[in-house]
């Protein structure tokens, strides 16, 4: 029995020390601390011509899209939200709207509406045109030739919610006064007989003044709508802020070596509209993402495996022994 009990003694120890400690641990704990939000739904995918999202893999943290020379590409940015959003779209560091050196508190962006997607086609020429997005060698891409090298090989999106503003309040309502009340001492007169008549003159009744409409206040302007596809002006400040959490190495090239760029290809027809939009943030974006590209060669080198794809795109191996019968008779691809 004593053993049973010295049991039960120390149990009865533990559990307060035990509720005590945790206690002291919760209560370390700021009073006003909160969980990190989730970053916003907003994303980006790389098509094809035909509407086919490439390939994508995960490495270091980062991602890299699987790209092959001579093929033509779209960006597709997604809006899951109720309200509209900004879309600003770099390709190998040069605005995919003016051409100019990436930045996105001066440079335009696309509009995209709630619960919507935009095709973003190339770079673009005017409000109907545009350059197509085309894989191609680094030095014959766009960025190269622009005189951004160090660029090359990498695509970003920064998304910019719009500012929320609050309905005017309705305007009063306008009401009808109340008569003025008859003076007590009115009632103490020696002219009043108690019939609620006087036997004097009648004083005058008094006029109802009629009180002025009030005017309704004017409502703010009500913005242009926006369809898929439309491009504005920025009216954000033309000298960039600080950006707090952006990550320095993704759209600032390191310099280092890439076996695709992005040219500025042939001009194709993509219509566009010039809407207002006014961010939340002129100078912070809500969420910025990049990912990078390069052909199987360059991600192999990177140490990504590229066989869960097949042999497609697996170069074959260079076989340098002479051939006794070097004619096929099967349609070779182009070099």
Known sequence: MAPRTLRYLLAALVIPVLYFAFGACAEARPPLWRPSPPPPPYSFTVEDENGNALPTFRQGGRTFLLGEPGLRYNIRVRNPTAQ?????????GRDAVSGDPGDYVSGRGYVIPPYGSVLVDGFRRSFAEVATFRFTSPEDSYSARMGTPQNVGVIGVAFFPERVRRPPPPPPIARRPMPRPVPYDSYDSPSYDGRGASNDKAAPAPTMQHPRAVPPRASAPASEGAGAGEARRDRAPAKRDSAQGAP??????????????????????SVVSSVSFERASPTHPALLTTLRYDDADGLSARGIDLSVLGYYYRRPPMNDEP?????????????
Do not use: K, W, Y
């Open 248 to 269: 320095s190495d993704d759209l600032g090239g390191s310099g280092s070596v890439n076996n695709l760029g992005t040219e500025f290809g042939e001009t194709r027809e």
């Open 323 to 335: 051939q006794a019968f070097p004619v096929s008779h099967f349609a070779q691809p182009p070099p």
């Open 84 to 92: 509209r959003v900004e879309a600003v779209v770099s390709v190998d």
